[in-house]
C-alpha cells in the first residue's frame, strides 16, 4: 500500500528493523502455542518447570512485541513530522498562481485534515503489521501440524476475505467521497468566518449558506460517514463470526471426517482464537489506512513544487541600476460566461532610485502589473531584464527577492525581520514613530505587541515591515486607499521623498492622482495596456485631479 511504500522509500532501515521485531514477536506467539500443545496439553502432569519456561517466552514476547510497537509508532510520527515540514515547504517553494488556483480551503485540508489522518494511520499501523506478520507465522505452524485442516481453514478464511473485500472497497469508495465533502465544508467555513460582518448585517444570506451550501455539504458527509462506517463494522463482525466459525469446521473435520487427532484440532481452535484478536484489529484498522491513502492522493493532487530549491541562485546583477519588462503578456482565460482578459504587452523600464506611480481604473490591469513586475506571476511571453541580461527561469525566486510590498490583500506578520535576520530595534522604532504609532503598538521581543487595529494602522505596521527589510524595491499598491487625509497628505509629502532621499526605489499603485507631481514618472494603466504620462498629459490628468477635488469640496 502506498503508506507502506513511502516508509519503505524513506526509512527502509528502520522498517526493516521493525519488521525483524514483528516477525520475532510472530515466532515467538506461535512458539507459545506450540508449547502449550507439547509441553502442557500432550504431557499428563505438566512440571514446574515447564511453568516457568512459559513465563520465560511470556516475557520475551512482551519486550520483542512492545519494542516493535514503539519503534513502529516513532517511526511513523517520526515520518508524519517530516512530511509536515515537507509540505510547509513545498507550499513556500510553490508558485502562487498555483496556489492561488487550488484555494484555501483545499490547502488548510491538507495541512490539517489529511495529515491529521496519516498521524491515526500510524496509531493503527502496527497492528496491522503485527497481524500479517502473526497470521503468516500461525499458517506456516498450522501447516506443518495438519495439511489437511490446514486446506480447509485457509478455504473458509478465503471465503471471508472475498465478503471482506467487498465491504471493505464500499468503505474505501465512501471515504474517498467525504473526503471530497470536508473540501466543500471547509470553503463553507471559510466564507462563514471571513463573510461574518455581511452575513451580520444580511441574515438571509447567512441563511441561505446554511441551508443551501453548508448543510447540504455537512449532510454528503454524514451520509458518507456513516456508510463508510457501516460497511466497517459489517466487515469487522464478518471477520469475528467466520473465525469463530472456522474452530467448528476444524472440529467436524477432525472428528466426523477423522481428518486428524482431536488433540491435532483443540490447537488448531487454540490457534485460531489466538489469532481472533490481531485480525479483528487488523481489520478495524483498515479503514484509517484506506483514509489515509485517500489523504496521500489529495496530497499528491495539490501537485505543490518539490523540495530542493530552498537554496536561491545569487543574481550577477546585485547592484542593478536598471530594470526592464520588454514585450511582458499575461492572459486570463475566459471562466464560464465571463470573458477572458489580456494584460500587456507592456514595455517599462524601471531606473534605480526612482519613484514611480502608477494609475489606472479598477480592473484596468494594475496588479497584474505589479505581480508581472515583482516575479510574482510567470508572463506568457515577453522577459525581465536585469541591466539588459534577461531573467532565467532559475533566477526568478532570487529575483523576487528585490522586492518589498503592501498589496491590497496584505498579510500582516507580527515578526519583524531585517535584511539578514531580527530588524534592528532602533530602526524599527525609527518607522514606528514616523508612521505615527509609537502610541499604538509596541515592539517586544523583535514582533509586535498588537495586530488588531484598523484597516490604515494595519497597512501603516505593514509598511513598516516592508520597510525593514531594506529590498531595492518598495511596491505599494494602493497604500493610501484606507489612510485619513492628514496621514494620507504625510504619506506624499513626507514619507515618499524621504524614501527617495535615501536612495529607495519606489513603485506605488495609486487613485490619488492629485499627489502624482510628486512622482518621477507617472504611468497609467488602461485596459490592460501601460502608457507613460508625459508632459501635457500629465499637466491634464493633473488638473482633471485638481478639478475633481474641487468638485467634491464645492
Not at 456513516?226 to 466487515?235: K, W
Not at 480592473?363 to 508581472?372: D, E, M, Q, V
Request: contains cysteine; proline residues 3%.
Amino acid at each position: 500500500m502506498k503508506l507502506l511504500n513511502l516508509l519503505l522509500r524513506h526509512q527502509r532501515l528502520p522498517f526493516a528493523a521493525i519488521i525483524l521485531l514483528s516477525l520475532g514477536s510472530a515466532i515467538l506467539s506461535v512458539a507459545l502455542i506450540a508449547f502449550v500443545n507439547w509441553r502442557m496439553i500432550a504431557v499428563t502432569t505438566p512440571q514446574f518447570g515447564d511453568l516457568l519456561q512459559f513465563f520465560g517466552l511470556l516475557l520475551l514476547l512482551l519486550l520483542c512485541a512492545g519494542a516493535g510497537q514503539v519503534s513502529l509508532h516513532r517511526l511513523g510520527h517520526r515520518f508524519v513530522y517530516g512530511l509536515r515540514l515537507s509540505l510547509a515547504r513545498r507550499v513556500l517553494l510553490t508558485d502562487i498562481e498555483q496556489l492561488e488556483r487550488l484555494g484555501l480551503p483545499r490547502l488548510l485540508t491538507a495541512l490539517s485534515t489529511d495529515l491529521r489522518n496519516l498521524t491515526i494511520a500510524f496509531v493503527y499501523l502496527p497492528e496491522l503489521i503485527y497481524g500479517l506478520i502473526l497470521s503468516l507465522a500461525a499458517f506456516a505452524y498450522l501447516l506443518w501440524l495438519s495439511p489437511p485442516l490446514f486446506g480447509v481453514t485457509l478455504l473458509w478464511l478465503g471465503m471471508t476475505l472475498l465478503l471482506g473485500g467487498f465491504f471493505v472497497a464500499r468503505v474505501n469508495r465512501h471515504i474517498r467521497q467525504l473526503r471530497e465533502a470536508e473540501d466543500r465544508l471547509y470553503r463553507d467555513y471559510q466564507a462563514l468566518i471571513d463573510g461574518r460582518k455581511e452575513l451580520a448585517l444580511n441574515r438571509r444570506r447567512g441563511q441561505c449558506l446554511l441551508d443551501e451550501e453548508l448543510m447540504v455539504n455537512a449532510e454528503a458527509y454524514r451520509h458518507h460517514v456513516t456508510l463508510a462506517d457501516t460497511f466497517n463494522g459489517l466487515a469487522g463482525n464478518w471477520a469475528n463470526v467466520m473465525v469463530l466459525g472456522s474452530i467448528g469446521v476444524v472440529f467436524f473435520c477432525a472428528s466426523g471426517l477423522g481428518w486428524a487427532e482431536p488433540a491435532i484440532a483443540a490447537t488448531f481452535a487454540l490457534c485460531v482464537l489466538f489469532l481472533r484478536a490481531p485480525l479483528v484489529a487488523s481489520v478495524a484498522a483498515l479503514p484509517h489506512l484506506l483514509t489515509a491513502r485517500v489523504s496521500l492522493d489529495k496530497i499528491d493532487s495539490l501537485e505543490l513544487a518539490t523540495e530542493g530549491g530552498e537554496q536561491l541562485p545569487s543574481l550577477a546583477q546585485r547592484h542593478w541600476q536598471r530594470l526592464e519588462l520588454r514585450g511582458i503578456e499575461y492572459a486570463y482565460p475566459a471562466a464560464g460566461d465571463e470573458q477572458g482578459f489580456d494584460v500587456g504587452p507592456l514595455d517599462f523600464e524601471l531606473r534605480r532610485g526612482e519613484l514611480v506611480f502608477v494609475v489606472g481604473g479598477n480592473g484596468s490591469g494594475k496588479s497584474t502589473f505589479a505581480r508581472l513586475l515583482t516575479g510574482l506571476q510567470r508572463p506568457g511571453r515577453g522577459q525581465v531584464l536585469l541591466d539588459g541580461k534577461a531573467l532565467s527561469e532559475a533566477e526568478r525566486p532570487a529575483y523576487r527577492q528585490l522586492f518589498a510590498s503592501v498589496f491590497t490583500d496584505f498579510h500582516l506578520f507580527a515578526r519583524l525581520l531585517g535584511p539578514e535576520g531580527d530588524a534592528q530595534p532602533e530602526s524599527a522604532s525609527f518607522w514606528l514613530e514616523r508612521l505615527r504609532l509609537q502610541h499604538k503598538v509596541r515592539i517586544e521581543g523583535g514582533r509586535l505587541s498588537d495586530t488588531r487595529f484598523s484597516q490604515g494602522q494595519r497597512k501603516r505596521l505593514a509598511l513598516l515591515l516592508a520597510l525593514l527589510e531594506e529590498r531595492d524595491v518598495l511596491l505599494l499598491d494602493e497604500w493610501a486607499a484606507d489612510q485619513d487625509p492628514q496621514f494620507r497628505q504625510l504619506f506624499y509629502r513626507e514619507l515618499l521623498p524621504q524614501l527617495k532621499t535615501m536612495g529607495k526605489t519606489v513603485v506605488a499603485i495609486t487613485h490619488d492622482d492629485h499627489y502624482f507631481d510628486q512622482a518621477d514618472r507617472l504611468l497609467k494603466m488602461d485596459g490592460g495596456r501601460l502608457i507613460e504620462l508625459t508632459g501635457a498629459e500629465r499637466r491634464r490628468a493633473s488638473e482633471d485631479a485638481l478639478r475633481e477635488i474641487g468638485t467634491v469640496v464645492g
